[in-house]
């Protein structure tokens, strides 16, 4: 049984366009995390949140909106995407503080 | 605040030579500390980790690493590599609020 997973895995789309990524984990686990990895293999938090609330919301876009419905799931949606958003993003998750994050396998998303 | 240092972007090795991955991490409160590894186009696996007690955390696939207090460090070590290995490598500190910081990463590869 796939953990975290997340659906689209390659999204391609033009720039200026909407799109949304998706990810639910089947783990029970509380929060909730989106990454982003740019193209240098740098890893940077987003967002988190736990019990559907949230809680870190880092310095990023406010065309990015993160969205959960309930705890087994964190959506990314994206307004007017950029070149510059070109990246690939993982979506984790974690019990607790200090407990492992699990990752999902990644969306990779180019805007041309 | 929190900030994570991997020296070596790079670091080739041969197959069955013992490898060191190096880490050094600033915080002002106490951490918990990670390694992570990302094999191609997959999301991050947890190696090992440290939270407390034991400074020698032992890890999956034969590796360990020696939390160092005094020295902020937390290399990551195998003393003997297989091909398998090659991979990019991440240190990550946690330091409250489940917001993991993550270094650059390495890159290990792994040369027959």
């Known amino acids: 049984d796939t953990a975290v997973s997340q659906t689209p895995k390659y999204l391609v789309t033009q720039m200026g366009n909407d799109k949304s990524i998706k990810c639910e984990q089947n783990l029970g686990h509380d929060t909730m995390y989106w990454y982003k990895q740019d193209s240098k293999k740098f890893l940077k938090i987003m967002f988190s949140?736990?019990?559907?609330?949230?809680?870190i919301n880092e310095t990023v876009p406010n065309r990015f909106s993160p969205k959960s419905p309930d705890k087994a799931h964190l959506n990314l949606h994206i307004n007017s995407l950029e070149l510059g958003d070109s990246a690939v993003y993982f979506c984790a998750s974690s019990r607790r503080a200090g407990n492992e994050q699990y990752f999902g396998p990644g969306t990779r998303l180019t805007v041309t | 605040a929190q900030s994570v240092t991997q020296l070596d972007s790079q670091v080739p090795v041969f197959e069955e030579a013992p490898v060191e991955l190096r880490c050094n991490y600033s915080s002002s409160v106490s951490v918990y500390l990670f390694w992570y590894v990302q094999y191609p186009n997959q999301g991050l696996q947890l190696l090992l980790k440290y939270l407390s007690g034991s400074t020698l955390v032992k890890g999956i696939n034969g590796f360990e690493a020696e939390f160092n207090k005094s020295q902020t460090s937390f290399h990551l070590r195998k003393p003997s590599v297989h091909i398998s290995d090659t991979a990019e490598y991440f240190c990550a500190v946690e330091a409250g609020a489940n917001n993991l910081f993550f270094g650059t990463g390495t890159r290990l590869t792994v040369i027959p």
């Open positions: 949140y736990n019990n559907k609330e949230l809680i």
